[in-house]
């Protein structure tokens, strides 16, 4: 396993890490003793990264209860922003819901600190002020190493980065976005804004959400179970990229799942990407793959098929910016577009 720097922090990462969301019992493995397993497998393997979220159903404490005996060897992250349940306040990024949110994790994960605390989506409601405030406190208290963001646009973290110096709070050290071979969007922007603030990148994502995972074409049918509710997986442009892909990874030797991952952690940019594996079987598979190293020639022909800095298609659960989401804020009202206005009616 090759191990990597998070950004600035002083933690040293595995460049693969492991995504918790497919060891919550409702949407992914139902039985938690063989998540536990799974758990120690990667561990065992050379894993030191995992990735949950309070959002994540009863992932935190499956994941809490499996690293029992061995939390100290384990770099712990988890998330906080998104609701999790009907209650208006238990959700966003406000001092009230922060300070209970983290006592709520730490309480799951059976811990008395996390090693990276991030919000899980950005909270057009609350000042980002208030929220590195509060996130700051929780880092002097000991109770959180570090703070990162996820799905954020570049804008906003360097206004964020801009603010912690200003009031003199503690600053996103880490950032999630979404990257793989068919969501390359970030490298215009915000892969380049956190290697200049030394932040490091945790991806998620990096199989596609699993149409890369060689079980997804155009015509047939597949077992992956995203592709139930995704419609992610019933677009042409990824299925056309997918397509081009199969063949490419066939010829450079390689399964679509070992050239998705090698390609993901390349990036020097990129600190680790996030693997989600629901059965012993998929996380062995993708283990067998953790040496590969990509050439020139298969990068240059991946560049040609999804071009640097673009997506094909979008993300089901990509972050869309309210000034994109809110018809309002993009769309004069229908009484005031065409009319002349004072001035130049006089």
Known sequence: MQYRNLG???????????GALMFATSVGNPDPEDSARIIHRALDAGINLIDTADAYADSEEVVGKALKGRRDAVVLTT?????????????????RW??????????????????????????????????????????????VRAIGS????????????????????ERFHTEQPPYSLLNRSIESE???????????????????????????RRGGGTDVIRAKFLSSFAD??????????????????LSMPHLAM????????????????????????????VDTVLSDEVLDRIDAIVPPGTDVGTLDQAYV???????????????????????LSK
């Open 321 to 343: 910016p309210p000034a994109i989401a809110q018809l309002s804020l993009r769309r004069r009202p229908l009484a005031e577009r065409g009319a002349p206005s004072p001035a």
């Open 79 to 95: 998330k906080f922003g998104r609701p999790v349940d009907s209650d208006p306040n238990h959700r966003g990024t406000s001092r």
């Open 190 to 216: 915000v892969l380049a804004v956190a290697q200049q603030y030394g932040m490091g990148i945790l991806t998620w994502g990096p199989l596609g959400q699993g149409m890369l995972t060689g079980r997804v």
């Open 8 to 18: 600035r922090t002083g933690i040293t990462v595995s460049a693969y890490g492991l």
């Open 262 to 289: 090698a390609f993901a952690t390349t990036h020097p940019g990129v600190s680790s990407a996030l693997l989600g594996a629901r059965t012993m079987e998929q996380l062995d598979d993708l283990l067998a793959g």
């Open 98 to 143: 922060i300070m209970t949110a983290v006592e709520n994790s730490l309480r799951r994960l059976q811990t008395d600190y996390i090693d990276v605390y991030q919000i899980h989506r950005l909270d057009p409601t609350t000042d980002i002020d208030e929220t590195l405030s509060a996130l700051t406190d929780l880092v002097r208290a000991g109770k």
């Open 236 to 253: 042409e442009r990824r299925l056309d990229a997918v397509e081009q892909l199969i063949p490419l990874a066939a010829e450079a030797g």
């Open 150 to 169: 996820s799905n954020t646009p570049a804008s906003y973290m360097v206004e964020a980065q801009w603010m912690s110096e200003r009031r003199g709070f």
